[in-house]
């Protein structure tokens, strides 16, 4: 099972740019632009928190869980 963040609908549905994202989080775009590419290999506790008040969601809204056996079988086709 691997998890992802799924933050880039969350943004957008806000019509905010990923610079803006990035200034809420108070990091740079550029980690931010890896958080959103799911290439980060961590993420603190406190800034899922602040993407769930921000957005006002639950950190299912947030984080997504896959099976990677379908991850891998797509790969296969």
Same mark, same amino acid.
């Given at each position: 099972m691997t998890v992802e963040i799924n933050i880039r609908k969350l943004r957008h549905e806000k019509g905010l740019t990923q610079r803006q994202m990035a200034d809420v989080l108070g990091i740079t775009e550029t980690n931010y632009r890896k958080m959103? /590419?799911?290439?980060? *290999? /961590?993420?603190?506790?406190?800034? $899922? &928190? !602040?993407? %769930? *008040?921000? +957005? /006002? %969601?639950?950190?299912? &809204? @947030? $984080?997504? +869980? !896959?099976?990677? /056996? @379908?991850?891998?079988? *797509?790969?296969?086709?």
């Amino acid at each position: 099972m691997t998890v992802e963040i799924n933050i880039r609908k969350l943004r957008h549905e806000k019509g905010l740019t990923q610079r803006q994202m990035a200034d809420v989080l108070g990091i740079t775009e550029t980690n931010y632009r890896k958080m959103e /590419s799911n290439s980060l *290999k /961590s993420i603190r506790y406190e800034m $899922l &928190d !602040t993407i %769930c *008040k921000y +957005f /006002s %969601c639950p950190i299912q &809204d @947030v $984080l997504v +869980f !896959t099976d990677d /056996s @379908v991850v891998e079988a *797509k790969g296969q086709a």
